[in-house]
């Protein structure tokens, strides 16, 4: 039935018009003439070394060692390229990060830097072009070692993958960040590349693994209401739930709004993985009560909570992770809540779409307005690389979900 409804309710969203006045290819075409002009700074280019940020005071990208398993956002700038057309840039940034597929996992963010790479790759690459299909083959394999990698930090005792393995100390036991709830699908992938190709001797070992994490997070991780913590800490031997914990928000009762992003996004791929109503519902709860809180123009501040709020920071990034995942979730529930969350989408795009957020002439990134760690201090109101990613795909998306229903 949700299944069935989405060609009903795609179409009754685009009769009503609702989303017919933002020109989503205008802002696509600023995102291409913006990786051009990114690609031209960068040149001649190095490879290994990925765009990363941006400061409010800056006009060019500052660059990280891509292959070292600490940078978690090697994976968005190939995965830009990816998404714009560059192919051939594209597939030099992500041949890079091969190497971290077959370390053993520094964390979990090794889901991060496959998914923007290698996943966004094989989706955007030709299985019609023989050259093209040798590519996808080879990414495959490197996806589905990736994800056995990833697999070695699940904990069975406590049902998750444990996030930071160098912060079990300070947490006092294994820790699971909302964050990692992004990195399942790697798992997911990787599972269902192998029932395709395994035959007989395929368990569903990575769905499984999968599936214990959303499920054990699902349970301990979030408030009655549907909010975050960052993380939740178990106990690393008895696998029980010992407390949930802030990291990057304001303090432990805040709202972390990157963080609720990541939960929203993170449940809707489950269920898209999944079709198990439990997860639709779930990602309808943490969607539904972070849209309830946001100010009129719809981007979040960095943390709903902070008690500066309005005189405080916003955070385009998790505005557009919120994006990409409501025009998805748009195509899984019923008519009313798909009309809402089409509509919540287009007006955090045109937000972003705006000259407040856009960079235009000031730098080459998509995006201003971005905050990375603020108890840390670092990526304040920034430009930074993963907000430019969501914010393509959002509008991809959207322009997909548009142009399917002219
Ligand atoms: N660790 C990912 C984030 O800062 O959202």
């Known amino acids: ?15 009503t018009g609702c989303s ?76 890079e990060l091969e190497c971290l597929a077959y370390r053993p996992a520094y964390d979990h963010d090794l889901g991060f830097q496959m998914i923007g790479s290698f996943l966004k790759g094989w989706q955007c690459l ?54 990692n709830m992004i990195n399942l699908e790697l798992l997911f992938w990787a599972d269902q590349q192998l029932k395709e190709g395994q035959g007989s001797t395929y368990d569903g070992r990575l769905s499984r693994i999968a599936v214990s ?17 960052h993380v939740a800490v178990y106990d690393t031997i008895t696998g029980r739930h010992i407390r949930n914990c802030n990291h990057q928000g304001y303090d432990d009762n805040s709202l972390w709004s990157r963080g609720q992003a990541w939960a929203i996004y993170g449940y809707t791929m489950v269920y898209r993985y999944t079709r198990d109503a439990k997860y639709l519902d779930f990602a309808q709860k943490v969607t539904d009560v972070m849209l309830s809180q946001l100010p009129e123009d ?26 990409s995942a409501l025009i998805e979730l748009a195509g899984y529930v019923e008519q009313d809540k798909a009309q809402k969350y089409i509509r919540e989408a287009q007006t955090i795009l045109e937000t972003l779409s705006s000259a407040d957020y856009q960079s235009r002439d000031r730098n080459p990134a998509f995006l201003l307005h971005s905050v990375g760690n603020m108890p840390a201090g670092s990526e304040i109101d920034a430009s930074i690389i993963y907000a430019d990613y969501y914010y393509i795909e959002a509008l991809t998306r959207f322009n997909n979900y548009r142009n399917t229903w002219k």
């Open 298 to 323: 719809h981007i979040p501040y960095w943390d709903m909570r902070d008690p500066k709020i309005p005189d405080t920071y916003r955070d385009a990034s998790a505005a557009a992770i919120i994006a």
């Open 126 to 179: 030709d299985e019609k072009s023989d050259a093209d299909k040798a590519t996808k083959d080879h990414y495959r394999q490197v996806l589905i070692d990736a994800a056995d990698t990833l697999a070695t930090l699940f904990n069975p005792r406590v049902g998750t993958l444990l996030s930071w393995p160098r912060n079990v100390g300070m947490f006092g036991g294994h820790n699971t960040i909302i964050d």
């Open 20 to 95: 017919q006045q933002f020109d989503v290819g205008q802002h696509i075409g600023y995102c291409h003439q913006q990786v051009k002009h990114s690609l031209s700074e960068l040149a001649p280019i190095d490879y290994t070394q990925t765009p990363r940020n941006i400061g409010p005071e800056e006009s060019h990208w500052n660059l990280k060692d891509a292959k070292t398993s600490e940078e978690w956002c090697s994976g968005f700038f190939p995965g830009i390229l990816w998404m714009c057309g560059e192919k051939e840039q594209a597939a030099r940034y992500t041949q």
């Open 1 to 15: 039935m949700r299944n069935s409804c989405f060609l009903l309710v795609a179409g009754l969203v685009m009769l």
């Open 213 to 229: 994490h959303a499920d054990t997070t699902m349970r301990y991780h979030f408030r009655e209401d549907g909010t975050i913590n």
